[in-house]
């Protein structure tokens, strides 16, 4: 392994004439061509490039399709695997239906009603029943889009009347964190706490993924049980049921239809860049798209389920699907995809495609083309040409509840009180191993899970390592490093060497989330300068997509209140997760992959490394340890507490990039920290989930389970939680034991 070039080295040690170690000392020496060159927009690239090698595959085995019986096989598998994604249906509990007013209207009537999806868990409704004709009615169900007032916005009030004049009655009803169903609504100031509702979705679609469940399934289940509902109605003919929406409702709509049966007929309203995602063009000097929470289904692209797939699974029963324009190049694929499907099923005419030439909305055009097609394929016969001259009705008019609200109004469950009394039940309780043998097999029953649980693979390509500069300081020399973690992915590093070390012992590995580059950090009088005049060898490295390697792209939203929900963090997390992959997985992975290159250095005695993590690095690091033993020493520095602190708080700051799916059904942090005994751990200065410091003793409180470990392990020394003090050089010294 070439590490340093070998003038440098022998001007370091003193070999060359004088003149000439003068010169080096003064000029910096540059080796090696830089990674960074050769791999622009690394971490995007290296997405762009497994996800799209994923959707070739899916691509050639769907090219294979070519009978109504390969449809068959097709669609069995798309609707087992959008099951699994999904997960566990909760049980059928009674609706116990709620009338709570009737709005009667020239030819047909307005029901406000409530009904319960899962127990006290309640879905507020609007319901359109005609008058004016003799029932049974053929009945539409229609999931909102993200509009705050959902339903009673006035293009979809005059959708839903355009379809009950036509003879069909209509169940618009509010999906979570809309309508009455809002959590960050005050019917006081009528003001939405966030920009919109996509950011109450992902707030908690996020928080439930650490349950091991996912906003999807909340927003399908309601839907489920409004056609449950619906088929109580004595006005309603069973044999005659679909399903409308619009934007996130078109995308709602796509799943119901797919998976439930009793729809016979469906439109698919601008479904919003929801026809074909991948293969994708990650690297174009765009924002990445990332979608609120119920739009991701994991791991959607390792099953090669895509958006387009669940189209084509409502087949053979008729299918609209209507676009803004379309000169959408995505759009007109998928079109072309899902009518080759009706073609090979034998019913061509049975999907059909609508174009606005409009903006994003339910506008008049899309409307009466939604009424058209039900009529056609319900009553055969045309739909509206033109809607009548109407007023919308008032939003305060439409309300199930007094103020517009089921929280304010302490009408049973939301989501937030849902997600808290699943927490109660979690983590599982356990017990701190007691002995050192139950120590050691508790510490295997973590690293098993915790590698699971990151999907980590160990690193097993070469390091490939290139010396990029070295650069003389005062009492020190920096050496700017780059090595390989897995093929596609380098990790730069500079290495921080005292003049007079000869071989180092244990050198500090340095991670932190805002990137090594910084003054403060790696300047000539920064932080890591003082812990190197104390003669530690230091290595700081920027893990993939920090600092060096973050992703090049135009300024997002995480800078804004609680804009890391849709940032670019939270987008590569999700498209991880796609390919049943890991963000945070590969970051760890990183940190292995730089004790393997610290510990394979000539200079550095081999016994292990002391690691100090910074913010999310804070994460890396203790995820890191508790998987690798050659990692002696911690200091997690303003890091989570725990996961438990998020799950806990109706919103928080936290990125997705530090989430980790499922974990809660496991441990928390605590009991991650407790597998590293009886090896030292410190936890500076731990933050709640608005990242603000949380005192020792609530943090003690969080982590008895950890101490209760290192107590069986005869090492309570060796854990400490503290406060950050003034000097933080001198503090890792100190909590690393490598005071001078």
Request: proline letters at 7%.
């Amino acid at each position: 392994m070439h590490v340093l070039h070998r003038r440098g080295f022998l001007a370091a040690a003193g070999m060359l004439s004088a003149r000439f170690s003068f010169l080096r000392a003064i000029e910096a020496v540059a080796n090696e061509r830089s990674y960074a060159e050769e791999m622009p927009d690394m971490l995007l690239h290296y997405l762009e490039e497994r996800l799209n090698a994923l959707a070739e595959r899916w691509d050639r085995a769907r090219a294979g399709i070519r009978t109504a019986e390969d449809v068959k096989a097709r669609d069995h598998f798309v609707r087992t695997t959008l099951l699994q994604m999904i997960g566990k249906l909760p049980d059928k509990t009674p609706l116990n239906p709620i009338l709570a007013g009737v709005l009667e209207r020239d030819g047909y009537r307005i029901e406000k009603l409530m009904f319960e999806s899962r127990p006290n868990f309640w879905v507020t409704s609007l319901l359109y029943v005609p008058t004016s004709r003799h029932d049974p009615f053929p009945g539409i169900i229609s999931p909102s889009g993200h509009l705050p007032d959902a339903g009673r916005s006035p293009a979809y009030q005059f959708a839903h009347a355009d379809l009950v004049k036509s003879g069909f009655v209509v169940l618009a009803y509010d999906p979570v964190g809309q309508g009455e169903r809002r959590h960050f609504w005050d019917p006081q100031t009528r003001q939405l706490q966030f920009p919109t509702t996509n950011f109450e979705h992902s707030m908690f679609g996020q928080l439930l993924l650490l349950l091991g469940e996912n906003m999807t399934q909340y927003r399908l289940w309601d839907g489920f049980r409004a056609l449950d509902y619906l088929e109580t109605r004595p006005e309603v003919d069973k044999t005659r049921i679909g399903c409308a929406g619009h934007s996130g409702g078109a995308y709602m709509t796509m799943l119901i239809a797919a998976l439930d049966q009793r729809v016979k007929c469906a439109a698919v309203i601008e479904s919003g860049q929801r026809e074909h995602r991948w293969p994708v063009n990650l690297l174009a000097s765009v924002p990445v798209h990332n979608p609120d929470a119920e739009h991701h289904l994991l791991p959607a692209a390792l099953h090669g389920i895509d958006y387009c797939d669940v189209l084509q699974a409502i087949a053979p029963r008729p299918l609209l699907m209507a676009k803004e324009y379309f000169s959408d190049a995505k759009f007109t694929l998928a079109a072309k995809h899902v009518r080759g499907r009706y073609q090979i099923l034998g019913v061509p005419d049975r999907f059909a495609t609508a174009e606005a030439g409009d903006v994003h909305a339910w506008t008049m055009k899309l409307r009466l083309a939604a009424a058209d097609w039900f009529c056609r394929w319900f009553y055969n016969r045309r739909g509206p040409l033109q809607e009548p001259e109407s007023e919308p009705e008032p939003v305060e008019r439409l309300y199930c509840t007094p103020n517009g609200s089921l929280r304010y109004s302490k009408q049973g469950e939301t989501i937030h009180t849902l997600i808290q009394k699943k927490l109660a039940t979690l983590p599982p309780g356990r017990t701190a191993p007691q002995s050192p043998v139950k120590l050691a097999a508790y510490q295997e029953e973590v690293r098993t899970k915790v590698a699971e649980l990151l999907r980590y693979q160990p690193g097993k390509a070469f390091l490939a390592v290139r010396h990029v500069v070295t650069t003389p300081r005062r009492g020190y020399r920096v050496e700017q490093m780059q090595f390989l973690s897995e093929p596609g992915i380098y990790i730069p590093a500079w290495v921080f060497i005292p003049a007079s070390l000869k071989k180092a012992r244990a050198p500090i590995v340095y991670a932190g989330q805002t990137g090594m580059q910084q003054l403060p950090i790696v300047g000539e009088f920064g932080l890591l300068a003082n812990v190197v005049r104390k003669g530690h060898m230091v290595v700081a490295v920027d893990v993939r997509g920090i600092g060096e390697t973050e992703p090049l792209r135009p300024p997002q939203l995480r800078e804004q209140p609680f804009g890391q929900l849709f940032d670019i963090q939270t987008a590569m997390a999700f498209i991880a997760w796609a390919m049943d992959s890991s963000l945070l997985g590969m970051r760890v992975l990183d940190v292995m992959r730089t004790v393997d290159y610290v510990l394979s250095r000539p200079d550095v005695d081999g016994t292990g490394v002391k690691i100090v993590g910074v913010g999310m690095g804070a994460l890396w690091a203790l995820f890191a340890a508790a998987l690798d033993s050659r990692i002696r020493t911690v200091v997690a520095d303003g890091g989570l507490l725990s996961y438990r602190t998020l799950a806990s708080a109706d919103r928080y700051v936290h990125g997705a990039d530090v989430f980790v799916p499922h974990i809660l059904e496991q441990f928390d942090l605590p009991q991650i920290a407790a597998a590293i005994a009886d090896r030292s751990l410190a936890l500076l200065a731990p933050v709640d989930h608005m990242r603000k410091p949380v005192e020792v003793a609530a943090a003690e409180s969080e982590y008895r389970f950890t101490r209760e470990a290192y107590d069986a392990a005869g090492a309570p020394g060796r854990f400490h939680i503290a406060e950050r003090q003034a000097d933080p050089a001198e503090q890792y010294l100190s909590l690393l034991g490598s005071s001078a």
